[in-house]
């Protein structure tokens, strides 16, 4: 067994602050996703659209809201009306997605790879599916028929970010990074 240090993100918690509760929110349900849609491994247009019209078919009021670029100084607004984001990379080091929504509150529907499969507890701050379009639809249904679910998911997920990629513990990785490649202190 080989130990190893992922030392990358440290975000400011301030800038990504938690969304206003989401326990009376009765209508529309909005599901975010951001990136670049034209790489491949990230599912965009062959997992993540099909999903959200399949679900929408299923039930009114879904609505899908993308960000494909802008500037990070206007990308804490871009979650204000998400009740989650769909995860769909196959191979990705984060996504940033999923710490930007997490420290705002909003919970990931995703499959089993990257930072998500590090922090996400399923049903308990977030939910793991297999990566294909009718496991996505139907978390997607679960969560807009179950707001209870979705709020107990929302106030999980950014605490238990916020306890995964802090600060010190990002430092204490990278200093045992260079420890580990320059030799002991």
Known sequence: YTRIDYANWILPNTFFSPIVS?????????????????????????????????????????????????????????????DVVLIASIADAGPSMFFEAGLRGVPAISNFSGKPKEVIVNNKN?????????????AIIKLYDNRDLLCKLSKNIR???????????????WDRIFSNVVGSK
């Open 126 to 138: 977030g939910i793991f599916v297999e990566r294909n379009i009718e496991a996505y639809s139907d």
């Open 22 to 82: 989401k326990e009376n929110k009765k209508s529309d349900f909005i599901i975010g996703w951001t990136g670049n849609p034209d790489r491949g491994f990230k599912g965009y247009y062959d997992v993540i659209l099909p999903a959200v019209k399949l679900a929408q078919s299923k039930r009114k009021d879904i609505k899908l809201k993308a960000r494909f670029s802008g500037r990070m100084s206007t990308l804490h607004k871009f979650y204000e009306n998400i």
């Open 159 to 173: 605490k238990d970010t916020i306890e995964y990629f802090n600060k010190m513990d990002m430092v204490n990785r």
